[in-house]
């Protein structure tokens, strides 16, 4: 957040003609079985790699995939992501896998010394990485002169102005299964938002701390406390809490429960009257962030509140941005990916961001030599 410096951008590299240039992307890609699911993670790299390539550069790629326990593993190699780099963008090598190193990830470095011989300039394109310290992407920028890329540059500008300036009303709405990791988000939201939906199974610790019974319902008992202070809190008339629930019963029943659910039912998407109190305001929003899903979409079953949300984002005249690689999964499920404004390469990292305002990634790039004053 300090020093004077500002992000350095493309155009704040050295004229990258003739000269070989380490990009660090965020090809950790979604895959089954060696194959990639969703290459998005890739094509969102294909600006920044042609912005290079057309200035004559030569470039070569690195990025982790998966976790590996910092020694070579077979199953997290490269090769398939390499294959379709190279569809995409012949002519840009790719590195082996970073964390198959484990000074990756402890940041050592003469693990950054290494990685960055050879090359005059370092690119970092890998905005889904840049919440991690990890040698590859807070060590090349005291290294090299050093630029975020495209990618990178449009995560932070618009994840960053989101916060910053939005359309009002600003209208959020938060899923996925875990309160715990999205307190941070919620805490850095509440004040800047008009209105704060929970959905997915984060809902029933809200729930619980309203004092209803979920049943057999994920929750975290740790985190009741702190969902009761947003319930009893200055911004309460800005939270919205499912008021019903799809529940799965012995023998695989069905049902909607109103309030209360009945031990030995599991709540697992939100219900049809709550779908319609989540999307009324959608309709009007100015500005929509959507992350994490209502329910457990990948089972048809309960994937009602999760296309009604999406529909709902997609249909919107506001600016619309979706952060988090369940949502943009279900975006893509249901074909609407490419009628929202901003679908975000980042899950944690965006999150982070929201939260904090930075990322060590960014830190680091800011100061880089070439960094603007
Ligand atoms: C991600 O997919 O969240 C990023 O690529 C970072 O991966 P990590 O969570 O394993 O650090
Ligand atoms: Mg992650």
Not at 188 to 214: E, N, R
Not at 346 to 372: C, F, Q, T, V, W
Request: aromatic share 6%.
């Amino acid at each position: 957040m300090s020093g004077r410096q500002t992000l350095p951008l493309l155009e704040d590299l050295p004229d990258p003609s003739g000269k070989r240039v380490l990009l660090r992307a965020d090809f950790n890609v979604p895959m089954t079985e060696g194959r990639i699911d969703d290459d998005l993670r890739i094509t969102a790299a294909l600006p920044t790699i042609r912005w290079l390539q057309e200035r004559g550069a030569s470039v070569t790629a690195c990025s982790h995939l998966g976790r590996p326990n910092g020694q070579p593993d077979p199953t997290y190699a490269m090769d398939p992501i390499r294959e379709r780099l190279d569809e995409l963008a012949p002519g840009v090598e790719l590195l082996e896998n970073l964390r198959f190193d484990a000074g990756e990830q402890s940041n050592d470095p003469g693990f950054a010394d290494r990685l960055v011989e050879g090359f005059d300039l370092y690119v970092n394109d890998a905005f889904g990485a840049s919440h991690r310290a990890h040698a590859s992407v807070v060590g090349p920028p005291a290294r090299l002169p050093s630029a975020a890329g495209r990618l990178l540059a449009k995560e932070v500008e618009v994840l960053g102005g989101l916060l910053d300036r939005p359309h009002r009303p600003f209208v959020a709405v938060l899923g996925g299964s875990k309160v715990s990791s999205k307190m941070g988000v919620i805490e850095a939201l509440i004040d800047k938002v008009d209105l704060l939906a929970i959905g997915g199974a984060m809902c029933f610790t809200f729930m619980m701390a309203q004092g209803f019974s979920v049943g057999d319902s994920l929750v975290e008992p740790d985190w009741v406390d702190s969902c009761r202070g947003f319930l009893d809190g200055p911004s309460q008339a800005k939270l919205l809490i499912p008021t019903d629930i799809v529940a799965m019963g012995p023998a695989e029943e069905i049902r909607v429960f109103h309030g209360d659910i009945p031990a030995g039912w599991k709540g697992l998407d939100i219900g049809p009257a709550s779908t319609l109190a989540f999307i009324a305001p959608l309709e009007h929003a100015g500005t929509i962030l959507w992350n994490g899903p209502m329910g457990m979409f990948e089972d048809v079953r309960f994937q009602e509140g999760t296309v009604d949300v999406a529909e709902a984002v997609a249909d919107s005249h506001g600016f619309t941005v979706v952060a988090g690689g369940d949502s943009a999964a279900a975006l893509a499920k249901f074909g609407l990916d490419l009628r929202i404004d901003h679908v975000s390469t980042g899950g944690g990292a965006s999150l982070e961001l929201l939260e904090k305002g930075d990322l060590p990634g960014l830190a680091a790039l800011r100061e880089a030599s070439n960094a603007p004053r």
